[in-house]
């Protein structure tokens, strides 16, 4: 699978299962997640099955993995930009591609409304942070409108919620009346 496809996956009750037990905990093994499963939900399967069932759904791009520091290491901004639409035809792709390939880039997404490109991004310091928009607006300053920077701290949630999952599964019909 590419980075641009959509994954075209058909949930069983046992790949919702798989997943809402690993974003509950991503660190269990495939031994303990075949226990849970017999536990919990009452699937009968191997540790081999379940491995396999979480590597083709990885494959697939079901779900993804990243590696997130924790906020003591780094601090995190919010970055929203406006474009002048006079240079935006002949400039946005350059500094698309320099702002989704930046290290400093956890988090890159389009959205509506004025401010259409959104980033979360990671720095050590705020000098880091003052740095990076300095040296943007040096690169890309005839593109960009306005760049809004908000200071993301006390991060009071991050992570899937399990039960996100259940919604994945197809609605079952219910039994006709004898």
Known sequence: MTDDDSPDWEFSRR?????TEIADN?????RDLTEVLAEEY???VSHVTVS??????????VFREAIIPNEEYYIFALFEFKFDPEHFADN????????RDDQNTLFF????????????MMFRNREEVSRWIHEFYKEHGALVDNLRNTAVHNVL????????????????EPEADE
Not at 52 to 61: A, P, T
Not at 92 to 99: C, K, L, S, T
Not at 157 to 171: H, M, Q, S, V, Y
């Open 42 to 44: 009452d699937i009968d």
């Open 109 to 120: 997404f389009l959205a509506d409304g004025e401010y259409q490109w959104k980033t979360v």
């Open 52 to 61: 396999e069932s979480i590597r083709r759904m990885r494959e697939e791009g």
């Open 15 to 19: 790949d919702v299962a798989i997943l």
């Open 157 to 172: 949630k991050f992570g899937t919620d399990p039960r996100i999952f259940e919604a994945l599964l197809p609605e079952e």
């Open 26 to 30: 991503p660190q269990l093994s495939s």
């Open 92 to 99: 946005w792709r350059e500094a698309m591609v320099d702002v």
